[in-house]
Every structure is written in C-alpha cells, then in structure tokens.
C-alpha cells in the first residue's frame, strides 16, 4: 500500500504555531513554507526572515543571531500612542497621554533611539531606575522630552537629578522611600531652589499575575498614604506645594487582569483629586508598567496571555481617571504610562539552528533471543506479538503495561547480576518498540480524551532537537519564571511536522531545555517539528524575546551574548530589507577575561605545553605548532558551536 500524504496547507501550520494569538499581525508564513515579517504597520512590505538569515551568515555572522526588527518597535510605539488618542478623544478626555520608555526593559541605544525617535511626535519620555541607566539617559533627551527616575536613589543620583532640572531638563525623580524626600530637599535647599518630583504610591490594589508583590502594603517600593501626607505638609511648610508634580503607582509587570487594573486607576485618581482640592496641583498621573504581551497559548495561563489588548487597556485608564475627576471635580492630569514589555517584546527574534537529534528510545533489534534467558525475556517478546497482532485499546493498554513492568524487573536483575548485557540490550530494545506500537494504535483510535498512558508516551517518545543557543543567555525568564516564548521552524512550513520534538540547548545543564510550547491554543510539552536530515540546515526562530531577555541572560558555561543584525524594511532593496548594523556576540576571548582567564597568559601556558612535548619528542615542531595556532584561533571565535560537521 502507498502510504497517503496527509493534507498539510500552510494555514494549518499558521494554526499549529499560533501565529494569529501570539504574532501581532506582524509574522506570518508564505508560500514556500517560510515565516515572514511584515513589519510596518500599515505598510504591505514583506520580509522572508531566511533571507535576512542568509544575507547575515553571507556576511560573517554566525549563528545564533538575533535579528532586530527596527520597524516593529516603531509600529509598536504607534500603535500603544495612538489607541490613547483614540481613546482620549472618544471620551472626550481633557488631557493628553504621554508614553514613558523604562530602559530597563531593552537598554541597547538603538533601541532606545528608535522607541524615542518614533515616540519624538507623541512627546514620549523616558524612565530609568539606576545609577548606569540614569547616565545613559541624560545626555540622550531633548529640552521637552521627559525623563523619569524610579528605583532606589542615592545622594549622587538625586544630584544628578537636580543638576539637570538646573540645565533645563524635565528630570523627576520619583521618590520612593521618605528618607529620599529627606536628602532631596537638603540638597534643593544647598542650591537654593525647590526640586521637582513625584511619587510613587503603596495602593492597596494589589497587581494579579507574578509580579503581584510589585504593588500593594507589602511591597518595597512606595511610599504609604500618611508618609506622602507627612511629605505634602513638608512641602506646603516651605511653600513648595507646587513641586509634587506626579502621582506614580506601578502594579508589576505583565498584568493579566484588566480589572485589577481598573481599581487601581481609581484608587490613585481618588489621592490625585484630594490632593489637587486641597491646593497641590498635580499634573501628571503615571500609571507604571505592566502592558502585557500575549505570549500565546493557554488563556487560563496568566503567565503567558492576557485579558485585554492595546486598546482596552488604553479605554481603562482614560475613563477611569475622567469619571473620578468629573465627580470630584477637578481638571484631568496628564496621563503617563510607563509600558515596557508592550514596546519592545515583538521586535527581536532568536535563529537558532538545530545540530542533531537524539531519539530516548533503542532502535529496534532483529537479534535472536539471547541465549539462556530469563522468562522475562519471552514475556516481554509475546507483549510484543499481541501489541503488534491487536487493535483493542484495552489489549494495547496491558501490553504497555506488562512491558513497563517487565522492565522494571529486568533493570532488578541487572543490578544483581542475572543479566547479561545482551539480554539487557535485548529487553530495552522490545520495550521501546512495544511503546512505539502501542502510541502508534492508540494515536490512530483518536480517542477523545486520550488515556493517561497515551500522554505518558507522547512525552517519553520526543525527540530530543540539540540546538546551538543558550537557555540562560537568550530565554532566561524560560527557566527562571517558568514565562512561555513562541518557539518554531522558519521553514518548510509546507510540510507537515511529523515528529514530536523537545528543544534541548548546549549547556550542560538539565534545566537547559524548552519544555512549555504555543501550540494551536494551549501549552504543551513538546512541539510538533519536522524530521530533520543530518547535514541539513533547519532553523528555529524563538520569537517575542525584545523584552528582558537580553540583558537578564546570564553566562552559564562561558556562552555569551550572541551575533545581532538590526533590519529595516524597505521596498526598493533586495528581498524588501537592509541590514543596517550588525554586531558581533562575545568572542571565547572576550568571555573569558571576565572569569579572569587572560588571552596572554592563556597562550604562554599553551606554548610551554606544546614545547615541552616537543622537547621530550612526543609531537614533532610543525605538529605542535598547528595545535597552538588552533589554540589561539579559537580565542577570537564566538563561545558557541559551529554547524559544520566533518564528513
Ligand atoms: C519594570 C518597570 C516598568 C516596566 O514594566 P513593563 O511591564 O515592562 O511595562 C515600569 N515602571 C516601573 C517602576 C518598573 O519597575
């Protein structure tokens, strides 16, 4: 019999991965099975990401890369203002918003300067929340741009702050502790002028989602209602009620539940009114971080998906602060929000290119029984025989069962010496092949819901895709917060996916692994991927990853921050995109000063090795002299693994 193809269209591979829930409009899969990107809004221009591959590795960069999707961020930043516009002139809103860039979220400058570029039209300002992202950001902003300072603040950064308010700039620090209100206005006092600032309040609404603790009584950040009254009356004391310029509340990132939102909107507008009646005129309202990103997959998963879109969260806020203003009867604030995640999530995007696959189950074995066997073997062989002779699941279900068994006892016996490593080899051999048969037929029945053993193989039965990249560098929050990233192949998405894969990295870690995926609406543990040909290129793109990942990966097993190209979209170029800048990842050399291995020193070791062997006659001199240039070689490469085999 011919085996039938199954119909695969490239809409059913748009379903698997889910590209609807997490994509954004942005990504998409053309007509020869790859995945596109269509990275300004509005604008049909389209990008075949395996050219952007081919033209980087074209020239000199390696694999895995990161490639920057410039466009996106700006098509981000359009979209998150404009839907407060929308919002703000459907409600007939008297005030305006104004978007806040926390740096901390994607530091790299030409991301910052593309977010604040873009955002230059909807007078976008910036945040930082240390010392380093404070300097960074000073020189970067314009007279009217406005740069806010959360985080905990020393005596240097609150001069810095305050040295700038002297130049001109619109620099509020946001207090976040009494005692730095205390040193603020000492130093104020020194120069002689009131400081601007604001403040972060402690809500009792608490954020829903992982970073619930960011918000409410018991958070480190913010000051209580009676400490920002004891603050208020400082200020009105020494006639300075007009320095308290903004209300800040910031309720963690990623916020699933737009409700928990809402009632803290309400609450803080609720302390801007009494404060604005009893004659502080507060003018800006920012309410924090925590736009979140759908991430794709299970909706009942708040770690991964969200309850709201742009324009909702846009809605919430707009109505909520002008329904309280209009009952207490105050005028608007300014609205701020300081939305991260939701800016720059989308843009970047992880290659990474699979190096082999390691299948968890012997082959099968066409060997004779092993001489003087155990009974076990011929029981574990007629399990065999009936899994293979039957098509009854609950015959199925007890070959499976009896095979487990068998090869519980088997493993017994080994340790205590009864079996010979044949018999062994021979026992584990028929097992996974009994395990084969048995997901085989049950798969076929489609029974709905599926039997717990059947769940058990489909684990056991995954193949292991070793691929070139780090879990702890590139998708740290992967294993940290267990947070679920869009993973799947960049092409051949006209053929179906017949295997089920697990993604494995090259750390020699455990934990270093993809074991939560998109798959059509839920999370799995492992992903439909296709067969892969040794020798043959097959990439993985890890998408979503434009938010923290890149500066929170760590360097577990010296492997380092990889190469990135930054592209933009343009019609008149060659496959519609140009690489305008591209950065090389760390080299082993660069890796490993940081561990306080020297390139020096490392080399002169290496030479007295190598001479000494020569020496005592072990190599010959052109012998030793190669060993040592590979050596030194290898220093200036990147810290992962080529592609290349030897054949
Ligand atoms: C982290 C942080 C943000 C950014 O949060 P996102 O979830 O990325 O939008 C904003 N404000 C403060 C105070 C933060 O700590």
Redesign the pocket.
């Known amino acids: 019999m011919i085996e039938q193809q199954t119909p695969w269209s490239i809409r059913d591979a748009h379903d698997l991965y889910a590209l609807d829930v997490w994509g954004d409009g942005f990504f998409s899969i053309n007509e020869q099975g790859h995945v596109c990107v269509k990275p300004i809004e509005g604008q049909d221009i389209t990008i075949d990401v395996n050219d952007v591959v081919a033209e980087a590795l074209d020239s000199g960069s390696s694999l895995p890369l990161i490639i920057r999707f410039q466009d996106i961020i700006s098509s981000r930043v359009r979209r998150l203002n404009r839907k407060f516009r929308d919002a703000i002139t459907e409600a007939g809103y008297e005030g305006q918003y104004r978007s806040i860039f926390?740096i901390?979220?994607n530091q790299l400058q030409e991301v910052v300067v593309e977010v604040m570029e873009t955002g230059r039209e909807y007078d976008i300002g910036i945040?930082c929340?240390s010392k380093a992202e404070l300097m960074a950001a000073l020189p970067l902003i314009g007279a009217d741009t406005l740069l806010l300072c959360?985080?905990v603040k020393d005596h240097v950064m609150l001069t810095m702050m305050l040295n700038a308010q002297q130049l001109g700039q619109q620099v509020i620090p946001i207090i976040e502790k009494y005692s730095e209100f205390e040193q603020l206005m000492i130093l104020a006092g020194q120069r002689d002028a009131a400081a601007r600032l604001g403040v972060?309040v402690k809500l009792n609404t608490r954020g829903a989602g992982r970073w619930y603790e960011?918000g409410g009584a018991r958070s480190k950040?913010g000051l209580t209602v009676p400490e920002l009254l004891r603050l208020v009356k400082t200020l009105e004391k020494a006639g300075q009620a007009g320095s308290l310029e903004l209300l800040?509340f910031?309720l963690?990132?990623?916020i699933s539940d737009i409700q928990v939102l809402r009632s803290a909107v309400k609450e803080i507008t609720q302390i801007y009114a009494d404060l604005v009646l009893r004659g502080v005129n507060v003018r800006f309202l920012d309410v924090?971080?925590?736009?979140g990103v759908n991430y794709g997959g299970d909706y009942d998963n708040p770690d991964s998906s969200i309850n709201y879109g742009l324009r909702e969260y846009a809605n919430v806020v707009v109505y909520a602060v002008q329904e309280i203003c209009e009952e207490r009867g105050v005028p608007v604030p300014t609205l701020l929000s300081?939305?991260?995640?939701?800016l720059t999530a989308h843009h970047s995007m992880l290659v990474i290119p699979v190096l082999g696959v390691h299948r968890p189950d012997s082959p099968p074995m066409n060997d004779e029984t092993p001489p003087d066997s155990p009974t076990l073997i011929s029981r574990i062989e007629t399990a065999y025989q009936e899994a293979c002779a039957t098509e009854v699941t609950g015959i199925l279900l007890e070959c499976y069962h009896d095979a487990r068994e068998i090869r519980e006892e088997a493993d017994q016996l080994m340790r205590l010496g009864y079996l010979t490593l044949d018999q062994l080899a021979h026992t584990d051999s028929l097992y996974w092949s009994i395990c084969r048969e048995v997901l085989r037929k049950l798969s076929d029945a489609q029974l709905t819901p599926p039997p717990t053993e059947q769940l058990e193989l489909e684990e056991q039965l995954t193949d292991l895709y070793l691929c070139d990249f780090s879990v702890f560098h590139s998708i740290i929050d992967h294993w940290a917060i267990q947070q679920v990233f869009p993973v799947m192949p960049l092409h051949r998405l006209n053929e179906k996916p017949e295997r089920r894969a697990q993604v494995v990295d090259l750390t020699c870690d455990s934990d270093g692994k993809i074991d939560q995926y998109v798959c059509g609406h839920a999370n799995t543990s492992w992903l439909p991927l296709h067969k892969h040909n040794h020798g043959e290129a097959y990439h993985l793109g890890i998408f979503l990853v434009g938010?923290?990942q890149e500066i929170l990966g760590d360097a577990h097993n010296l492997l380092g921050r990889v190469d990135e190209v930054h592209v933009y979209a343009r019609e008149d170029e060659s496959g519609n995109f140009w690489i305008e800048e591209t950065l090389k990842g760390l080299s082993v050399k660069e890796m490993l000063s940081q561990v306080q291995y020297f390139p020096n020193d490392l080399d002169r070791r290496m030479t007295e090795l190598v001479r000494k062997q020569i020496n005592a006659g072990v190599i010959k001199a052109a012998e030793g002299s190669r060993i040592l240039n590979n050596y030194t070689r290898r220093l200036e490469e990147s810290t992962y693994c080529t592609t290349e085999v030897v054949r």
Not at 288 to 291: D, R, S, T
Not at 338 to 342: L, P
């Open positions: 926390p901390k979220v945040e929340g959360n985080g972060r960011s950040f800040h910031h963690g990132s990623q924090g971080g925590g736009l300081e939305s991260g995640r939701a938010a923290y």
